[in-house]
């Protein structure tokens, strides 16, 4: 079953950094595409970034580009978010997401919430 | 970029009703269209791609149809677990762009 486990969200002031991390399992890890995914309060899905399996290329939204960065770790089987100078749109729950071999999102993580507020 | 948009962005139906709803992308995706469901407080979870297959485990009720620049979901016999947000996706790329979400409640 795959299982995807987020966790280092919170309070964090305006100009502030966090690093959220997703555990996975359930799949081989090494083979998939991960994704970051967020929804501000009340509001729509917006992607984040995306990295790849092979070869860790990485991308972002514009939003995010120059603040956040996106990793991988494939003897923990995590995934990375870190978030540089966060802003109060920031605020959101961030999902972590795998993707199939065709950009699509199959399973997403349960999510966790980064307040931006001073 | 691509755009997507969704209509209606809310709806009330009886159960047992059947639900259309529609997505539109500013150009043409060909089929990498997605649907997924988002129940109140939770996770959103896949339900249909390519347009129109449906992933393992979810309801036959639930069928998708389009291509190009215009999908439809149809919810044949709303159920009582159907209340919940759905959204279109497209996943042509690695950016992806999600429609802005139709809320379905039962009347």
């Known amino acids: 079953e795959v299982q995807l486990l987020e966790s280092g969200g919170g309070l964090v002031p305006p100009g502030g950094s966090l690093r959220l991390s997703c555990a996975a399992s359930?799949?081989?890890?090494?083979?998939?595409?991960m994704t970051w995914v967020r929804q501000a309060p009340g509001k729509g899905l917006q992607w984040v970034s995306t990295?790849?399996?092979?070869?860790?290329?990485?991308y972002y939204a514009a939003s995010v580009r120059g603040r956040f960065t996106i990793s991988r770790d494939t003897s923990k089987n995590t995934v990375y978010l870190q978030m540089n100078n966060v802003r109060a749109e920031d605020t959101a729950v961030y999902y972590c997401?795998?993707?199939?071999?065709?950009?699509?999102?199959?399973?997403w993580g349960q999510g966790t919430l980064v307040s931006v507020s001073s | 970029d691509i755009q997507m948009t969704q209509s209606p962005s809310s709806l009330s139906a009886s159960v047992g009703d059947r639900v259309t709803i529609t997505c539109r992308a500013s150009?043409?995706?060909?089929?990498?269209l997605a649907w997924y469901q988002q129940r109140p407080g939770k996770a959103p979870k896949l339900l249909i791609y390519?347009?129109?297959l449906l992933q393992s485990g979810v309801p036959s009720r639930f069928s998708g149809s389009g291509s190009g620049t215009d999908f439809t979901l149809t919810i044949n016999s709303l159920q009582p677990e159907d209340i919940a947000t759905y959204y279109c996706?497209?996943?042509?790329?690695?950016?992806?762009?999600f429609g802005p979400g139709t809320k379905v409640d039962i009347k």
């Open positions: 990295i790849t399996a092979i070869g860790g290329a990485t």
């Open positions: 997401a795998k993707e199939t071999q065709f950009y699509l999102i199959d399973y």
């Open positions: 359930g799949f081989s890890f090494n083979d998939y595409t």
């Open positions: 996706q497209t996943y042509s790329s690695f950016r992806k762009t």
């Open positions: 390519a347009a129109s």
């Open positions: 150009q043409s995706i060909t089929n990498y």
